[in-house]
């Protein structure tokens, strides 16, 4: 994907400094120690507290961890210098992509809105490592990205990425740039009072598997505007290269319910569906990258 030196969305929120994800160690020796790190020094801590040598250690100590270095690394293992450094090269790299990405996705829905006399407005996304706090409740790398109508940001830990490659054999940057794109697919649901209708029919059907066929059809649709998204990106920043559209295709398919639970548990029950089969992704990403219209994405919703 064409991506390099074009512009970054200004709302982006950047918590991956805050801590969560090691849970002794936090925020990359810039912030307070978190109560993990505390909890864990105490021990080590105490003794220090009762000679004027320890309580010159414990300065020391503190000196160093908010000017930037961790004096901890060596007994936690956080923060070697050497792998932080490559990590950090290559997560603000990907922070770099992906907000690029959402900036793509504000210019595209913002066109799109004005060509049917209404204004867009635009969704924050939040980059997280390990766990933060939504407007939904709380949020972890464990439950991948997802939109929260509530406050009406994206919520994403970039480790999923290793994960969609390395687990799912989705790799590449147009399959990141898929999942963010059916994520803001979810923001203009949220926009078109989709979100709210579905939630409202889910309580007025009987039993879980009815309303599983009510999510799956808002899922299908979020795909679908992902598809939108990518035409319409593609004609105006000319950003597919060879080999893209299979890179979206493959992410997909590789997390449809289907595929997920032969993996998981290896079978499949239809009825616990809540996002689509791998074919049925594939086929409303493609129906919207086809069309460019949003109005091919009636999922029946």
Not at 116 to 145: D, F, I
Not at 284 to 298: A, E, P, V
Request: aromatic share 10%.
């Amino acid at each position: 994907m064409r991506w390099e030196d074009r512009e970054q969305s200004s709302n982006v929120e950047d918590r991956r400094e805050s801590g969560g994800g090691n849970p002794n160690f936090s925020g990359g020796g810039r912030g307070m120690p978190s109560m993990g790190t505390i909890m864990f020094l105490w021990p080590l801590v105490k003794p220090l507290l009762k000679t004027k040598f320890g309580w010159a250690i414990i300065a020391l100590g503190g000196y160093a961890y908010l000017s930037g270095f961790n004096p901890l690394s060596s007994i936690t293992g956080a923060g070697g210098s050497t792998n932080t450094t490559i990590n950090k090269k290559v997560d603000d790299k990907q922070a770099r992509f992906i907000s690029t990405v959402l900036h793509d996705t504000e210019e595209v829905w913002r066109e799109i809105y004005r060509e049917h006399g209404a204004k867009y407005r635009e969704p924050k996304m939040v980059l997280y490592r390990g766990s933060t706090t939504s407007g939904c409740g709380h949020a972890s790398a464990q439950m991948g990205p997802f939109y929260c109508p509530a406050d009406q940001k994206v919520y994403l830990d970039l480790g999923f990425f290793n994960e969609l490659a390395k687990q799912h054999n989705a790799r590449g940057d147009f399959a990141q740039a898929y999942v963010l794109a059916h994520e803001i697919g979810h923001h203009i649901q949220n926009m078109q009072g989709t979100l709210s209708k579905v939630q409202n029919l889910k309580q007025q059907v009987r039993g879980e598997a009815e309303a599983n066929k009510l999510q799956v059809k808002v899922e299908l649709q979020a795909d679908c505007y992902a598809g939108v998204w990518a035409n319409r990106a593609n004609k105006r920043f000319n950003i597919l290269e060879e080999g893209d559209v299979e890179e979206a295709l493959t992410a997909a398919s590789a997390i449809g319910d289907d595929t997920l639970q032969k993996q998981a548990q290896g079978y499949v029950v239809p009825d616990a569906f809540t996002h689509g089969s791998s074919k049925q992704r594939v086929e409303w990403f493609r129906k919207g990258l086809t069309t460019g219209d949003i109005k091919s994405c009636n999922t029946g919703i």
